[in-house]
């Protein structure tokens, strides 16, 4: 807001008597411009009401509202006769009825539409990899099938594999180009939210009447698109022709539904409920792992049952979990010491190697490196629900640090400012303390960084946008200065994260509300990680040991 004698300075004081808006130096000039007021100067605060300039008469603020013409009007429009006989409301009362009507909206588009727009999309994701696995068992079983033919037939065999190739690009572009429209949706709900916090926020009247959330365009669904499963019959040896002797596709078409989505209000049933755990009052431990790690930095789960470690040394180590025994080792492929491991969907591990600026993926017990990277070193790693890899990584300088998201090995996205330009990350030129930065996807796709060096837990949503900065909780457990290491997140879209200097775990929600520690006597906590029922396995760093902890009910 600015001075309104300037109109270049920024408003600092406020003229009660003339409605009028100064800063400091235009005090003087507008008390001495008409000496015959008795100028009341009050400091402007953030909270003091902004009412509108009146559109009739130059000059004057509107402190009323015609509801017959849905205007702001000011005095001198009342004393006249252009609303004669109009009802007026006072301004600030307009103004709260305005702002709750928004603030039903908005929690309409929190509690309601969004979330079946993630829904939505989540399905989609799923069923785009169901036919990924249905396709490759499709071409698998035509390959088998072929196997039992002579030499003559291989070109019907390879038709029918371009075919089913063919079909599948058709449905899976379908599929995807359904979930762009329905994340585009989703992003068009973002910017309704944020407009809508904007307006809550502020006391700019003019502002908060000109934001209408357009609910009701968001509430009629996208038809749901359901894609038929392949099927391949086989053909029987009496059949004469020889493309049905050897089998055939069945014909495929997209099916669209219409109303197959629904939005869940508050009046939905408790069958319909998605399964919420509470917190636990006291955590429990519930078993200890002895890894003799050097140093012990990370932890991932293979599946419920077997767990994954790193630390300092070239081995990575997977455990049984119940048992607490030695399973297997891997050496890195240069013997350095990985920085970071996680696990792929498809259940394979990845490490990163800082100092050989790889990132590598173990198959079948040999090492391939999936991405090879020019002046920047990886950091961490973490696999997403989609299947990418999301690395925070530091130029080979350390003066900068970004997030780089690939698909397969191919670089489809970079998080590293912000709007205004600014670096989202701490950064650092000693080689030797680049500021930890372990990453994880929540399950509403934001992506989390425990960012050490900004002693912040740093959350930025898909379209690379900060949503908050979590900066610790008071008082900590050890009255020490929060300093985030490891994180990850559960079912429950929780964010936890390790305190080292505190000795402690952080649970916060996925809009960064502080929820609870847990403690469990766990000694400097680094690397953490959740299995499939939410329990939470702790890496720490001296002792060399993981301890497996049930926090939810």
């Given at each position: 807001?600015?001075?309104?004698?300037?109109?270049?300075?920024?408003?600092?004081?406020?003229?009660?008597?003339?409605?009028?808006?100064?800063?400091?130096?235009?005090?003087?000039?507008?008390?001495?411009?008409?000496?015959?007021?008795?100028?009341?100067?009050?400091?402007?605060?953030?909270?003091?009401?902004?009412?509108?300039?009146?559109?009739?008469?130059?000059?004057?603020?509107?402190?009323?509202?015609?509801?017959?013409?849905?205007?702001?009007?000011?005095?001198?429009?009342?004393?006249?006769?252009?609303?004669?006989?109009?009802?007026?409301?006072?301004?600030?009362?307009?103004?709260?009825?305005?702002?709750?009507?928004?603030?039903?909206?908005?929690?309409?588009?929190?509690?309601?539409?969004?979330?079946?727009?993630?829904?939505?999309?989540?399905?989609?994701?799923?069923?785009?990899?169901?036919?990924?696995?249905?396709?490759?068992?499709?071409?698998?079983?035509?390959?088998?099938?072929?196997?039992?033919?002579?030499?003559?037939?291989?070109?019907?065999?390879?038709?029918?594999?371009?075919?089913?190739?063919?079909?599948?690009?058709t449905q899976l572009h379908t599929l995807q180009k359904h979930l762009d429209e329905v994340n585009m949706k989703i992003s068009?709900?973002?910017?309704?939210?944020?407009?809508?916090?904007?307006?809550?926020?502020?006391?700019?009247?003019?502002?908060?009447?000109?934001?209408?959330?357009?609910?009701?365009?968001?509430?009629?669904?996208?038809?749901?698109?359901?894609?038929?499963?392949?099927?391949?019959?086989?053909?029987?040896?009496?059949?004469?022709?020889?493309?049905?002797?050897?089998?055939?596709?069945?014909?495929?078409?997209?099916?669209?539904?219409?109303?197959?989505?629904?939005?869940?209000?508050?009046?939905?049933?408790?069958?319909?409920?998605?399964?919420?755990?509470?917190?636990?009052?006291?955590?429990?431990?519930?078993?200890?792992?002895?890894?003799?790690?050097?140093?012990?930095?990370?932890?991932?789960?293979?599946?419920?049952?077997?767990?994954?470690?790193?630390?300092?040394?070239?081995?990575?180590?997977?455990?049984?979990?119940?048992?607490?025994?030695?399973?297997?080792?891997?050496?890195?492929?240069?013997?350095?010491?990985?920085?970071?491991?996680?696990?792929?969907?498809?259940?394979?591990?990845?490490?990163?190697?800082?100092?050989?600026?790889?990132?590598?993926?173990?198959?079948?017990?040999?090492?391939?490196?999936?991405?090879?990277?020019?002046?920047?070193?990886?950091?961490?790693?973490?696999?997403?629900?989609?299947?990418?890899?999301?690395?925070?990584?530091?130029?080979?300088?350390?003066?900068?640090?970004?997030?780089?998201?690939?698909?397969?090995?191919?670089?489809?996205?970079?998080?590293?400012?912000?709007?205004?330009?600014?670096?989202?990350?701490?950064?650092?030129?000693?080689?030797?303390?680049?500021?930890?930065?372990?990453?994880?996807?929540?399950?509403?796709?934001?992506?989390?960084?425990?960012?050490?060096?900004?002693?912040?837990?740093?959350?930025?949503?898909?379209?690379?946008?900060?949503?908050?900065?979590?900066?610790?909780?008071?008082?900590?457990?050890?009255?020490?200065?929060?300093?985030?290491?490891?994180?990850?997140?559960?079912?429950?879209?929780?964010?936890?994260?390790?305190?080292?200097?505190?000795?402690?775990?952080?649970?916060?929600?996925?809009?960064?509300?502080?929820?609870?520690?847990?403690?469990?006597?766990?000694?400097?906590?680094?690397?953490?990680?959740?299995?499939?029922?939410?329990?939470?396995?702790?890496?720490?760093?001296?002792?060399?040991?993981?301890?497996?902890?049930?926090?939810?009910q």
């Amino acid at each position: 807001m600015r001075c309104d004698l300037c109109e270049t300075a920024m408003v600092q004081m406020y003229c009660d008597t003339c409605l009028i808006n100064l800063c400091k130096a235009c005090v003087g000039e507008h008390t001495f411009s008409d000496e015959s007021k008795k100028h009341e100067i009050l400091r402007f605060q953030k909270s003091t009401p902004f009412y509108p300039g009146c559109t009739s008469h130059d000059k004057k603020r509107c402190e009323m509202f015609c509801n017959q013409c849905h205007i702001p009007v000011c005095v001198t429009c009342v004393a006249s006769n252009q609303h004669l006989g109009h009802e007026l409301s006072k301004i600030l009362e307009v103004l709260d009825k305005k702002k709750e009507k928004i603030m039903k909206e908005k929690n309409k588009l929190n509690e309601t539409i969004f979330p079946v727009y993630q829904s939505i999309a989540s399905e989609v994701q799923n069923r785009i990899s169901q036919l990924e696995k249905e396709y490759g068992d499709l071409s698998t079983a035509i390959t088998k099938h072929g196997e039992h033919w002579h030499r003559e037939i291989d070109k019907l065999v390879q038709k029918l594999k371009a075919d089913v190739e063919e079909m599948k690009t058709t449905q899976l572009h379908t599929l995807q180009k359904h979930l762009d429209e329905v994340n585009m949706k989703i992003s068009d709900i973002n910017d309704e939210i944020e407009s809508a916090d904007g307006a809550l926020d502020s006391y700019d009247i003019s502002t908060v009447l000109s934001v209408t959330p357009n609910v009701d365009q968001y509430k009629d669904l996208p038809q749901k698109i359901e894609p038929p499963s392949p099927k391949f019959s086989l053909g029987g040896i009496q059949d004469e022709e020889l493309g049905k002797l050897f089998g055939s596709l069945s014909s495929i078409s997209v099916q669209s539904e219409e109303h197959g989505y629904n939005i869940k209000t508050t009046q939905k049933s408790p069958e319909a409920s998605p399964v919420i755990k509470q917190l636990l009052d006291q955590p429990q431990t519930v078993t200890t792992i002895h890894t003799e790690h050097r140093k012990l930095h990370n932890v991932t789960c293979l599946n419920d049952e077997e767990i994954w470690t790193c630390g300092d040394g070239s081995t990575m180590k997977l455990f049984s979990i119940n048992r607490g025994s030695l399973l297997k080792s891997m050496r890195t492929k240069t013997g350095n010491s990985p920085q970071d491991i996680a696990m792929t969907n498809s259940g394979n591990l990845v490490y990163t190697d800082h100092w050989d600026s790889t990132v590598n993926i173990v198959k079948n017990e040999e090492i391939q490196t999936m991405i090879r990277l020019q002046n920047w070193k990886p950091l961490y790693v973490c696999s997403t629900s989609t299947g990418d890899l999301l690395v925070t990584m530091n130029s080979n300088d350390y003066k900068q640090s970004k997030i780089v998201r690939y698909s397969d090995s191919t670089e489809t996205q970079t998080i590293q400012f912000d709007d205004q330009g600014r670096p989202l990350f701490s950064s650092t030129d000693n080689p030797y303390n680049f500021c930890p930065k372990y990453i994880s996807e929540n399950r509403n796709l934001d992506i989390c960084v425990a960012d050490s060096g900004a002693r912040a837990v740093m959350v930025v949503n898909q379209a690379e946008k900060l949503r908050f900065r979590y900066t610790g909780h008071t008082p900590t457990p050890k009255n020490n200065l929060f300093r985030p290491r490891g994180i990850t997140t559960d079912n429950q879209s929780h964010i936890l994260t390790t305190d080292d200097k505190n000795h402690c775990v952080h649970i916060i929600d996925q809009d960064g509300q502080f929820l609870c520690y847990i403690d469990c006597r766990v000694n400097e906590p680094e690397g953490l990680c959740t299995d499939s029922k939410d329990n939470l396995f702790v890496a720490q760093y001296r002792n060399k040991q993981v301890k497996k902890i049930k926090y939810l009910q």
